[in-house]
Every structure is written in C-alpha cells, then in structure tokens.
C-alpha cells in the first residue's frame, strides 16, 4: 500500500515539476511545509532526476526547494498564530492543551525556537509540522523565516542529489524512507498516547481542599 502511495505521488510530482520547472519544485514543496503530507523525500529526488537529464540547474533547484519550504512554513506559521493560538486558549482543555502546556511550549520555543526551526527541517516528517507549534508559540518571524530556509535549502541539495545519483532507479529510496518514516511515526504515536493519558489521569485526580482556619 505504501510502495502504490508512492509510486503515484512520484508520477504526478514528476509530472508537476516537467509541466512548470522550477515553479513546481516551489509549489510543490510549500505543499509539504504547510503541514500537508507530500514528501519531499519524493519532490527533489525527482527534481534530480531532471537535473540529471539536463532539464534543472542543480543549484537553482535546491534554491527552488528551499524557497518553497519557506513560503509553505509562513502559511503554516501565520495558522498558528493568528488561528491556532486563539482557538488553544479556549478551546485547548477539550484536546488535552491546557495553559500550562502552552506556557512550556512558549519556553522551549523562546529558548530552543532558533534551533528547532533549523533542525527540525532536517527530520523526516516533523520538518512537515513543525511551523505550525513555533507559529502558536509565536516564534519571531525574521529568524524563523532565516533558519528554516537555511534547513530547508540543505535538506534540498540532498534529497536532489540523490535523485542525481539514483536516476530513474528510486526504488532503494522508497525502502529507505518507509523504514525511517515508519520509526519516526511509531515514536509520535508513543508520545501522543502519552501525552493524552498523561492529561487523561490528571483529570482524575481529586482537588484537594483548601485547609480550615
């Protein structure tokens, strides 16, 4: 099932992309950024196969790539904090958010916010989601936008050169990331059912009375 899936993401992509060149790789990869499921893992290696054929400069389309990133990240940043945050701080108790999760968000974000900007554009499937938090904590948008295109732009030139390298032959690629993919997504259904039997056995427990005299 996953191998079909793809199989038919890389046709349409590789589609996409000989339809309008480097416009496509910036299309599709905000795609991706903006927290919808279409992997890069999949856009610039088949971008690479293009460069290879002498279809795509290799600098301009990891450029492409990068830049692409950048503008999927603002929109999901912009949902984030001008929708998402709103909506958590009334709403948040009902999908196990409460304040003070979100006043520890707003502190790794204020202390970590830099780095989790650049490195989590350089891990398979949290790159796809991780505009959206630093936009709810409110992340500055300046050095937000600088460390994800930079993170960005790096995880470009080397999912494009492999495509350069592999050519038509993707197949080992497509093994390789449903593995990771796989690990990475064990460990965030792990923590998510954490995270909900965590709020879950805190609403259990009894409120303790204020004491007498």
């Not at 996409?16 to 903006?34: K, R, T």
């Not at 909506?87 to 780095?115: C, I, K, N, P």
Request: glycine share 12%; net charge positive; proline share 6%.
């Amino acid at each position: 099932m996953f191998t079909e899936i793809i199989a038919f993401l890389a046709g349409w992509v590789k589609s996409l992309l000989e339809a309008f060149g480097y416009g496509g790789v910036v299309l599709a990869m905000a795609i991706e950024s903006a927290c919808i499921p279409l992997p890069s893992e999949v856009i610039m290696p088949a971008a690479g196969v293009l460069v290879a054929q002498g279809q795509m400069n290799f600098h301009l389309a990891a450029f492409a790539g990068g830049v692409g990133n950048l503008v999927g990240s603002w929109l999901a940043w912009a949902v984030g904090a001008y929708g998402g945050r709103p909506f958590l701080e009334r709403y948040g108790r009902y999908v196990f958010m409460s304040a003070h999760d979100l006043e520890l968000a707003d502190r790794f974000f204020a202390r970590w916010g830099h780095a989790a900007s650049f490195w989590g554009r350089l891990l398979p499937v949290v790159r796809t989601f991780i505009s959206l938090p630093a936009g709810i904590s409110r992340v500055p948008l300046l050095p937000f936008s600088v460390y994800t295109l930079l993170g960005s732009w790096i995880w470009s030139y080397l999912f494009l050169w492999v495509g350069v390298r592999l050519g038509e032959n993707l197949e080992p690629l497509r093994h390789w990331m449903h593995r990771f993919d796989f690990v990475i997504g064990v460990i965030l259904v792990v923590g998510a059912g954490w995270w909900i039997r965590r709020h879950l056995l805190a609403g259990r427990q009894p409120v303790s009375s204020p004491p007498v005299g």
